[in-house]
């Protein structure tokens, strides 16, 4: 008996309610945009600049002891959190410290670290260091840049190849696609206030990608029913088509998860935040695919006539008698 | 119907088992890691036959810890260095035209790579301008063809000197390549491993050091500019205010607080002219730093000291006076040990830097970061751990939905994961936490071409004559979905690739070469797969 996650020959129709549809995405997205302007994200030291170090002691994790001890340094902000992971040995208590940039030191400070590491060995004598990690104000800066500008680049060339490959409507359908899943992991970030930096940007340009990978087999399958069937309205088309893949999106939507899910849990923490928004963005880039995408070129329309092109076509049949 | 030709065939087969080859040395890792240190230091080694490629993954260091450096170089560092070397000879120039120019002042400028030179007869400045200007050379550069090397101009009796844009920019191209090589050299003295070494932009550099303690440690190595001159002392005094008069300095001393010296600017010899530098004692057991210098050195050294028997000369570092012994007698052979504070420690970084000599500018830190190596370690267990399930969960959904084609795309998922590893390890391409996830997402992802033919066969099932033309059907029509699916997806990992750094830039060295091993394997191996089944067994129908 084989595994089906939907029966053969489906026929849903995925227009009954795609303006509700439609207009919960669109919500969904001024959500993410007004959550990201009032809370904003939670960037990590990548876009921020400042220091993190992360400490590894058997005693557990006291963080007002923490604090105390480098409060005297008088650092400015400093966050101190403690980590908890499935993966981590009974003994292993973990702690991140977030302390912020000084404002006048282009340059990262050995001092700073030293000074920071010997208060709270002081306070915890077994405590380990097992990462140390400083970003200076003008890199951080600049991460921010260049991450903006790889964001809008990928969209922009998917943009252009989908043009190419299919036509405009397409491109503008898969490419709000990809904003809406952008802005919705975003979004989610700032929500759940998970930590934002360089890795969160290349999981973003990943969803991306598979967003666009799961519009692509849709719009395939659109335009060769398009050539198939060419009296049917574009609803019956799209649905068909929509249909016709819906084995297949689920099929590899769902082996993709669970390989996430799988990672997610069992990844550790250092990445999870990286999976966390992979899994996420799989699931909205599935569900995008079929009721933003699809809905959108619906209402688009499309050139109809896939066969010939050309302005000689175009022309009234009349005139194809007249000669 | 379903032919493969001969040829293709081969070729498959061929792919995949020199992936397996390719991949093999990653299993044995520590024991193959050791065989290619003893090549490299003996060049032979035991425990691995030399007939098998030994290409490793390189592990990032964020999986087997290590530092991380970004330093940028105070390129304008040199254009004072530069311009104050200037001065003697525009000074000597000036002179010799004293009675069309008049008096020749130096101005005090907040600037030092600006000079401001006043001069007496406001009537000779043209002449002045003109006699500096002969003083220029053409910059040494493709893009500075044409130009000269300083601008010079004037307003009333005050002329300005300073370097041209364009050599500016030739030097600071210089200054960057030099800095890089010093580093290199400092870093190949401390024999760490597969040190990189990398120029970023115009004026960055990027040291990644796997195994070292921490990115402390190495700035103590590279951090240091290591400029060593041997200075005349004028005195030594107790405060820093002291006056210390035409061509002279007042410097602090290493380890003695409140004293200073005042030095002629001057240096009698400088570290340039060392050519060996080593970590030893005094006579009295204490560790020092035991140096030589070359002919030229050596003979500047020696005429010094046996003129100036009974005064002291300082030894000075990077604007520090380490000490400032008595010459007792003429020393000739051009040797020497410089005595100090040290901890044997302190004296051996020393002896280093002075041997790989110094940087030509100063370096400023914008990025730091230490990655134990115990956070490496865990990282790649629960990666391992994660990658397994992953991997069997997928094997078991894919088996419980296709059956024997579910079987079939297993084993290409599996060369899959291996060519991945293949090419990682013949490119050398480094293996990043991100990278593993990228991986971990290429063997959901993978199954994708398979599932998209699969699907397709299965529709075709249900209006073609047969089941071999519904698989070939399936093939050609799946293809152009494969196809475009993938491009866009490979779009994104070359310009995260291009735009990324670091532990990015791996995640997208994986997920690219994932996207073309998962399109191989599953138009071509999966395929011939099938095509071998079907050939054998001829079923009449077909159950995917």
Not at chain 2, 494 to 518: H, Q
């Given at each position: 008996m084989r595994l089906k996650l939907i029966p053969d020959d489906t026929k849903f129709d995925f227009f009954k309610a795609s303006?509700?549809?439609?207009?919960?995405?669109?919500?969904?997205?001024?959500?993410?945009?007004?959550?990201?302007?009032?809370?904003?994200?939670?960037?990590?030291i990548d876009f921020r600049g400042g220091t993190t170090i992360r400490t590894e002691s058997a005693q557990p994790v006291d963080i007002a002891g923490y604090r105390d001890a480098v409060a005297a340094l008088d650092l400015g902000d400093v966050t101190i959190t403690e980590i908890f992971d499935p993966t981590f040995r009974p003994d292993q208590n973990v702690?991140?410290?977030?302390?912020?940039?000084?404002?006048?030191?282009?340059?990262?400070?050995?001092?700073?670290?030293?000074?920071?590491?010997?208060?709270?060995q002081a306070a915890v004598p077994d405590i380990k260091f097992v990462s140390v990690e400083s970003v200076g104000p003008k890199v951080s800066g600049e991460l921010i840049k260049t991450a903006a500008i790889a964001v809008v680049l990928a969209i922009a060339a998917v943009l252009v190849y989908i043009w190419l490959r299919f036509e405009w409507q397409f491109a503008v359908g898969a490419v709000v696609a990809l904003i809406h899943d952008v802005a919705l992991t975003i979004g989610i970030f700032s929500e759940v206030g998970i930590r934002f930096d360089l890795a969160i940007i290349a999981a973003l340009l990943t969803i991306v990608g598979y967003s666009l990978n799961d519009t692509v087999v849709v719009f395939d399958r659109v335009r060769e029913n398009l050539r198939k069937y060419k009296q049917m309205p574009l609803k019956d088309v799209l649905n068909l088509s929509i249909n016709e893949t819906l084995s297949r999106t689920l099929m590899t939507s769902g082996t993709t998860l669970i390989a996430l899910i799988a990672l997610l849990v069992l990844g550790g923490d250092v990445i999870r935040g990286f999976v966390f928004a992979m899994t996420w963005g799989v699931i909205v880039g599935t569900y995008s695919s079929i009721f933003v995408a699809s809905a959108l070129l619906l209402r688009l329309g499309v050139k109809r006539d896939w066969t010939k092109s050309g302005p000689k076509n175009t022309g009234n049949k009349f005139a194809d008698i007249d000669a | 119907m379903l032919q493969i030709e001969l040829w293709k065939k081969v070729a498959i087969w061929l792919v995949v088992v020199a992936g397996l080859l390719l991949a093999l040395p990653n299993a044995f890792y520590n024991r193959v890691e050791t065989y290619?240190?003893?090549?490299?230091?003996?060049?032979?080694?035991?425990?691995?036959?030399?007939?098998?490629?030994?290409?490793?993954?390189?592990?990032?260091?964020?999986?087997?810890?290590?530092?991380?450096?970004?330093?940028?170089?105070?390129?304008?560092?040199?254009?004072?260095?530069?311009?104050?070397?200037?001065?003697?000879?525009?000074?000597?120039?000036?002179?010799?035209?004293?009675?069309?120019?008049?008096?020749?002042?130096?101005?005090?400028?907040?600037?030092?790579?600006?000079?401001?030179?006043?001069?007496?007869?406001?009537?000779?400045?043209?002449?002045?301008?003109?006699?500096?200007?002969?003083?220029?050379?053409?910059?040494?550069?493709?893009?500075?063809?044409?130009?000269?090397?300083?601008?010079?101009?004037?307003?009333g009796d005050v002329i300005t000197v300073q370097l041209s844009e364009a050599e500016k920019l030739a030097t600071d191209d210089r200054t960057v390549r030099q800095s890089l090589e010093i580093i290199r050299r400092r870093i190949d003295e401390v024999g760490t491993r597969e040190p990189t070494i990398q120029r970023q932009g115009t004026d960055r550099i990027l040291i990644q050091v796997p195994g070292v303690g921490s990115a402390a440690e190495l700035k103590d190595i590279i951090g240091t500019t290591a400029q060593l001159t041997f200075q005349p002392v004028i005195s030594r005094t107790s405060s820093a205010d002291t006056a210390p008069g035409a061509?002279?300095?007042?410097?602090?001393?290493?380890?003695?607080?409140?004293?200073?010296?005042?030095?002629?600017?001057?240096?009698?010899?400088?570290?340039?002219?060392?050519?060996?530098?080593?970590?030893?004692?005094?006579?009295?057991?204490?560790?020092?730093?035991?140096?030589?210098?070359?002919?030229?050195?050596?003979?500047?050294?020696?005429?010094?000291?046996?003129?100036?028997?009974?005064?002291?000369?300082?030894?000075?570092?990077?604007?520090?006076?380490?000490?400032?012994?008595?010459?007792?007698s003429h020393i000739p052979g051009g040797s020497g040990i410089i005595t100090g504070n040290f901890s044997v420690e302190e004296s051996t970084n020393l002896a280093v830097l002075l041997r790989a000599g110094a940087l030509p500018a100063g370096l400023d830190f914008l990025e730091e970061r230490t990655i134990g190596p115990e956070l490496g370690a865990d990282s790649i267990e629960a990666g391992k751990i994660a990658t397994t399930v992953a991997f069997i969960a997928v094997l078991v959904f894919m088996v419980a939905s296709y059956g024997l084609f579910g079987i079939f795309a297993n084993i290409a998922l599996m060369a899959n994961v291996v060519l991945i590893f293949g090419l990682l390890s013949l490119l050398g391409a480094t293996l990043t936490l991100p990278g593993i996830a990228g991986i971990v997402l290429?063997?959901?992802?993978?199954?994708?071409?398979?599932?998209?033919?699969?699907?397709?066969?299965?529709?075709?099932?249900?209006?073609?004559?047969?089941?071999?033309?519904?698989?070939?059907?399936?093939?050609?029509?799946?293809?152009?979905?494969?196809?475009?699916?993938?491009?866009?997806?490979?779009?994104?990992?070359?310009?995260?690739?291009?735009?990324?750094?670091?532990?990015?830039?791996?995640?997208?060295?994986?997920?690219?070469?994932?996207?073309?091993?998962?399109?191989?394997?599953?138009?071509?191996?999966?395929?011939?797969?099938?095509?071998i089944w079907f050939q054998r067994r001829r079923p009449k129908t077909l159950e995917v």
């Open positions: 303006k509700i549809w439609l207009g919960i995405s669109a919500f969904l997205i001024v959500l993410a945009l007004v959550s990201v302007s009032i809370r904003g994200l939670n960037f990590g702690a991140m410290i977030r302390i912020q940039a000084q404002d006048d030191t282009e340059a990262v400070s050995q001092d700073l670290i030293n000074a920071v590491e010997g208060a709270l | 290619n240190d003893s090549v490299a230091a003996t060049g032979e080694g035991e425990g691995w036959p030399s007939f098998l490629p030994s290409n490793l993954v390189n592990l990032g260091l964020d999986l087997r810890g290590g530092a991380h450096l970004l330093a940028e170089v105070r390129v304008q560092d040199v254009y004072a260095t530069r311009m104050q070397s200037m001065w003697p000879e525009i000074r000597d120039r000036l002179r010799d035209a004293r009675a069309e120019v008049g008096t020749i002042r130096l101005q005090d400028s907040s600037d030092p790579s600006v000079l401001q030179i006043r001069i007496g007869e406001a009537g000779g400045v043209d002449r002045a301008v003109q006699l500096i200007e002969e003083l220029a050379r053409p910059v040494t550069s493709l893009t500075g063809a044409g130009a000269t090397d300083i601008t010079v101009s004037a307003q061509g002279n300095e007042v410097l602090p001393s290493l380890d003695e607080q409140g004293v200073y010296y005042v030095l002629e600017t001057a240096p009698v010899v400088s570290g340039e002219e060392l050519v060996d530098a080593q970590p030893s004692f005094d006579q009295n057991g204490r560790p020092a730093v035991s140096f030589r210098f070359n002919t030229s050195g050596a003979r500047k050294f020696g005429d010094y000291t046996a003129n100036n028997i009974g005064n002291p000369f300082a030894i000075v570092l990077d604007g520090e006076v380490i000490s400032a012994p008595v010459i007792q290429t063997i959901g992802m993978a199954v994708d071409a398979n599932v998209l033919v699969f699907e397709r066969i299965r529709e075709e099932l249900k209006t073609a004559k047969g089941p071999a033309r519904a698989i070939q059907l399936g093939y050609e029509k799946a293809l152009s979905a494969i196809i475009d699916a993938n491009i866009t997806t490979f779009i994104t990992a070359v310009i995260l690739y291009a735009v990324g750094s670091g532990p990015v830039r791996g995640f997208a060295i994986t997920l690219g070469l994932g996207i073309l091993t998962s399109v191989f394997t599953a138009i071509y191996l999966t395929r011939l797969l099938i095509v």
